[in-house]
């Protein structure tokens, strides 16, 4: 039960995100709400990236950081295709995780860590950068996407 509710949650994180980073087009992606912070476009790829460093982490053992940046990806038109490429690899990736692999220890990191430890804080940092994306989006005058909660 723990196995399916993990997979639905990782990819209901996906279906719920997507339509925020799709509101790119409505804004400049070099925007910063405030000085001091990053653009807009490089948050949005910093967590499009991070869903995939985990889930490809986790299924292939290959803990590489792919590159994002707004030289490489310089318009939000990208940035969504990118985003959907990934958010697709992702589910794939998701669907190669068993049950059995759940409580096996990753030691890549500071500390030992199980698939589940990971799967966690990989929604987590997510859901940070979701956030965070709103709250820029509200900054800049953009009514961000509602996101469907069950409450």
Same mark, same amino acid.
């Given at each position: 039960?723990?196995? @399916?509710?993990?997979?639905? *949650? %990782?990819?209901? $994180?996906?279906?719920? =995100? ?6 790119? %087009?409505? !804004?400049?992606?070099?925007?910063? +709400? %405030?000085? &001091? ?14 869903? /995939?460093?985990?889930? @490809? ?6 803990? /590489? *950081? ?21 958010? /697709?690899?992702?589910?794939?990736? *998701? ?7 759940? &409580?096996? @220890? #990753? ?11 990971? #799967?966690?804080?990989? !929604?987590? $940092?997510?859901? $940070? $950068?979701?956030?965070?994306? =709103? ?8 009514? +961000?996407?509602? #996101?469907?909660? #069950?409450?």
């Amino acid at each position: 039960m723990m196995y @399916k509710i993990l997979i639905d *949650a %990782v990819k209901r $994180h996906l279906g719920e =995100t997507l339509p925020l980073i799709k509101q790119l %087009v409505e !804004v400049n992606i070099l925007s910063k +709400p %405030v000085d &001091g912070v990053r653009e807009i476009g490089e948050v949005v790829l910093h967590t499009v990236r991070s869903l /995939e460093y985990y889930m @490809k982490g986790i299924t292939t053992n290959q803990w /590489e *950081a792919l590159p994002y940046n707004l030289e490489t990806y310089d318009s939000a038109e990208t940035i969504i295709e990118l985003a959907e490429k990934v958010f /697709e690899e992702v589910k794939v990736y *998701a669907s190669l995780i068993s049950t059995s692999d759940l &409580g096996r @220890k #990753i030691e890549s990191f500071n500390r030992p860590a199980t698939v589940v430890e990971l #799967i966690l804080e990989m !929604v987590e $940092h997510s859901i $940070h $950068h979701r956030g965070q994306i =709103t709250v820029y989006y509200r900054f800049l005058g953009i009514e +961000p996407a509602t #996101i469907p909660y #069950i409450i």
